[in-house]
C-alpha cells in the first residue's frame, strides 16, 4: 500500500488579508492589554457603598446648597450607590454623570493636591469653573480657599496617580 503524501491545504487566503492579520494581531494583543485599564472606574469616595455620604450631588448646582438624597432616588454608577432629593436630579445625573459628580471622586480636594486622599463633609464644598469640590471639613475647606487655583492644579496633577493606586482596605 502506498504511503501518502502531504496535500495542500484546501483553502488559501489572499494575500492582502493575510498581511492584514498580521499587522493586526500585534494591535488586537495591545488593546486586550489596555482594555482592564481603560475600562478601570475611577475611585469614588463612598461609606458604605454610598456616594459623597448620600448627598444628592445635583442640588449642589440647582439649589446652591447640599441636600440629603433618598435611596428611592438612587442611581449606581462606577461602583456606587448616588442619592438624589428627587427622580428630576437622579435623571440629570445618569444623563451626564461627569458634570455633576465633585472633583476627585469625591474625595476632600485639600488632601488630593497635597497628594493623599481623605474624607469628606457634605456642608464643606465649593463648584468653581462648573466643577464640584468637595473638601474634609469647614477648615480645611477656608485653607484650600486660600489658593484654589493652585490648589486645583496640584490636585489635579496628583490625581491621575492617586486613582491609580489600588484602594486602601
Known amino acids: 500500500m502506498p504511503i501518502p503524501t ?5 483553502f488559501a487566503l489572499p494575500r492582502r488579508r493575510l498581511l492584514a492579520g498580521l499587522l493586526a494581531a500585534p494591535l488586537a494583543g495591545a488593546a486586550a492589554l489596555l482594555r482592564p485599564v481603560l475600562a478601570r472606574a475611577e475611585p469614588i469616595f463612598a461609606v458604605g457603598g454610598i456616594a459623597v455620604r448620600g448627598t444628592d ?4 448646582f440647582t439649589e446652591g446648597r447640599p441636600v440629603p438624597g433618598l435611596p428611592a432616588f438612587a442611581h449606581d454608577w462606577q461602583g456606587a450607590s448616588w442619592r438624589f432629593a428627587s ?11 461627569a458634570r455633576y459628580a465633585p472633583a476627585y471622586g469625591g474625595f ?3 488632601a488630593v493636591s497635597e ?4 474624607p469628606i463633609d457634605p456642608a464643606a464644598w465649593r463648584i468653581v ?3 464640584l469640590f ?7 475647606q477656608r485653607r484650600w480657599e486660600r489658593d484654589i487655583p493652585g490648589r486645583i492644579a496640584r490636585g ?11 484602594p486602601a482596605r
Not at 450631588?57 to 449642589?60: C, I, K, M, P, S
Not at 427622580?87 to 454623570?97: C, E, I, Q, V
Not at 468637595?134 to 480645611?140: C, H, I
Open 6 to 10: 502531504p496535500q495542500p491545504l484546501a
Open 57 to 60: 450631588v445635583v442640588a449642589y
Open 87 to 97: 427622580a428630576a436630579n437622579r435623571d440629570r445625573f445618569a444623563t451626564d454623570p
Open 108 to 110: 476632600c480636594a485639600y
Open 115 to 118: 497628594g493623599y486622599t481623605a
Open 129 to 131: 469653573d462648573g466643577r
Open 134 to 140: 468637595l473638601n474634609f471639613d469647614r477648615g480645611v
Open 156 to 166: 489635579d496633577a496628583n490625581w491621575p496617580r492617586l486613582a491609580a493606586q489600588p
